[in-house]
């Protein structure tokens, strides 16, 4: 394989970035994709778009992204679920989520934030001071949102070195609180015309939503898949495609996720599985994996379950609902977002009963035997919103299991004593 240097090097050094820090974060992917990925075996064959992809990682999108940026285009850095993607892809720029999942940089950003800072933050921070992520370099514009209060504060440190846009999100969903989100969507729509130059009209606007529900309705075919009896596909893979979502080009993820979404029906129908058919069935919940976080779900197949759905905004919050296509206003179309986005059940929100409803009927749906809440350690809606959940599944029957935990690999040992024993109840 070539020298990602020889190839990126220079469209790296013109981002910015810290060269020298950059190649030990590449350094260190290729390992860990190797033991989580590469050694499962029987995976669909369709997943080798997955591995070209990771192997591209910070190459061949952010070369699409510069070309994009050439020709006039903008590149607009979000961090959660609930910026829509549907306004910033029709107004033509590229929507990039910028959640990051490795730890990096501790040192520096610990004089910044304090520690005990959920590891998403200190990561995100931590990318950006040591410049060692091309998205948040790429950005022409980054959005924020008031959710938790460690996100809104480390938007006003990162504010300090790049351009920051904040939506203030409200914590409750009754009428009032749907007025408020709607004229955030307006302010929204007026930075991002400023921003691209461009009118957001009725036409452009169906056109995106339409591109992607398309993304959404594959991603639940391939989820569906996981409902078989035999499942056709890993959880770790599974998880691959939703963090992946995030950041590729959106009409050609759609395609290969429905090529994948393709052969796992022929495995059904063939009874092909990736797991013996008595392999404990485990549904997960909580915080956000952004990509590389693959540990828990590393940890749980090979204590020999399988992982056969997640509640989490890297998972079925991000695909589970539409946008409706069908109002013939740019006002109704506004409406319509307003309403999808402000339907996610996030832990950020009170109450938050939808979660724990989406939880157990999951859970049902999916064939789950068992329940694992995972939340970022310093994590305060997950962590406590972990009660809720707890609660909900062992009245439907299902156990749980609660993991706090981070990016390090300091509590893997203790994690997998744990969760082997979780997953040998679950089988008995
Ligand atoms: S919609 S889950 S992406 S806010 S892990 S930073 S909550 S302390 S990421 Fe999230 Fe949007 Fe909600 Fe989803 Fe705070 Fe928790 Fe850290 Fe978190």
Redesign the pocket.
């Known amino acids: 394989m070539a020298d990602p240097m020889e190839t990126y090097g220079e469209m790296w050094q013109d981002l910015g970035m810290n060269l020298r820090a950059h190649c030990a974060l590449l350094d260190a992917i290729p390992k860990m994709y190797q033991s989580a990925y590469l050694s499962q075996e029987n995976r669909p064959e369709a997943m080798s778009y997955f591995d070209f992809v990771v192997s591209e990682i910070h190459g061949l999108r952010i070369k699409e992204l510069m070309e994009h940026k050439e020709a006039g285009g903008k590149v607009v850095g979000t ?4 910026v829509p993607e549907e306004i910033i892809r029709a107004l033509g720029a590229i929507d990039v989520g910028l ?1 990051a999942g490795a730890e990096w940089g501790y040192n520096e950003v610990e004089k910044l934030l304090p520690r005990n800072t ?1 590891a ?2 200190k990561s995100f921070v931590g990318f950006k001071l040591d410049r060692v992520c091309p998205y948040v370099e790429s950005a022409d514009l980054v959005i924020g949102e008031t ?2 209060d ?2 809104k504060k480390a938007y006003e440190i990162l504010g300090e070195m790049a351009p920051v846009y904040i939506m203030e999100l409200p914590q409750m969903k009754r009428p009032e609180d749907f007025t408020l989100w709607r004229s955030e969507i307006d302010r929204l729509v007026a930075q991002l015309e400023e921003l691209t130059g461009r009118k957001l009209t009725l036409e452009n606007l169906k056109a995106a939503t339409r591109e992607v529900n398309a993304k959404r309705e594959a991603l639940q075919r391939l989820n569906n898949a996981r409902k078989a009896a035999v499942v056709p596909i890993s959880g770790k893979d599974a998880l691959l495609a939703s963090q992946v979502a995030f950041y590729d080009d959106v009409p050609r993820f759609t395609e290969m996720v429905n090529e994948i979404a393709d052969e796992l029906e022929a495995r059904i129908a063939a009874g092909q599985g990736v797991a013996p058919a008595d392999a404990p069935r485990v549904l997960v919940t909580g ?2 994996m952004a990509i590389p976080n693959w540990k828990l779900h590393d940890i749980i197949e090979k204590a020999g379950a399988v992982v056969v759905a997640e509640e989490m ?1 890297t998972g079925s ?1 991000y695909f589970d609902t539409l946008t409706d296509e069908t109002p013939e206003t740019l006002e109704g179309m506004l409406d319509a977002i307003a309403q999808k986005y402000l339907g ?1 059940n ?3 929100f009170t109450p938050n009963e939808g979660r724990m409803d989406d939880v157990v009927r999951m859970a049902e749906e999916y064939g789950a035997q068992g329940v694992i809440h995972y939340a ?1 350690q ?5 962590q406590m919103e972990a009660h809720g959940v707890e609660k909900a599944s062992r009245k439907a029957g299902l156990p749980v299991l609660r993991i706090d935990t981070d990016y390090s690999m300091e509590d893997i040992g203790q994690l997998q004593t744990r969760v082997e024993a979780f997953v040998e109840m679950l089988g008995d």
């Open positions: 961090f959660c679920l609930y959640c959920c998403l933050i959710t938790c460690g996100k915080s956000p905004c919050r996610i996030c832990a950020c970022l310093f994590c305060t809606p997950y």
